[in-house]
């Protein structure tokens, strides 16, 4: 059985960092790209960043280029996602997932996890 289990979020000041991470298990980690998409209250989930199996390719919405780095660590079968200057708007759950495919392609991401809050305060 395939589990994704972020952690991380919080409350923080807009202008500050939060590191999520997401570990999975029951399935072949280092074989499959992995997400992060976020979905706000009233708003339709959106795809944030992405990253290949081997680390070597990511991907970023244009909302969060220059701010937010994903990595992985195969080892240790976790994701994770750096953010850093968040603003107000960053509020919302965020979500792991993960799939073979594309890694830019939303539809390729096949496991969630239960998604983690987090709250940017002005």
């Known amino acids: 059985q395939v589990q994704l289990v972020e952690s991380g979020g919080g409350l923080v000041q807009a202008g500050g960092s939060l590191r999520l991470s997401c570990a999975a298990s029951?399935?072949?980690?280092?074989?499959?790209?992995m997400a992060w998409f976020r979905q706000a209250p009233g708003k339709e989930r959106e795809f944030v960043s992405a990253?290949?199996?081997?680390?070597?390719?990511?991907y970023y919405a244009d909302s969060v280029k220059g701010r937010f780095t994903v990595s992985r660590d195969n080892a240790k079968r976790t994701v994770y996602l750096q953010m850093n200057n968040l603003k107000v708007d960053d509020t919302a759950v965020y979500y792991c997932?993960?799939?073979?495919?594309?890694?830019?392609?939303?539809?390729?991401?096949?496991?969630w996890g239960q998604g983690t809050q987090v709250t940017v305060s002005s």
């Open positions: 029951g399935l072949v980690f280092s074989g499959y790209g």
């Open positions: 990253i290949d199996w081997s680390g070597s390719n990511t």
């Open positions: 997932a993960a799939g073979n495919g594309p890694i830019t392609l939303k539809t390729t991401y096949v496991y």
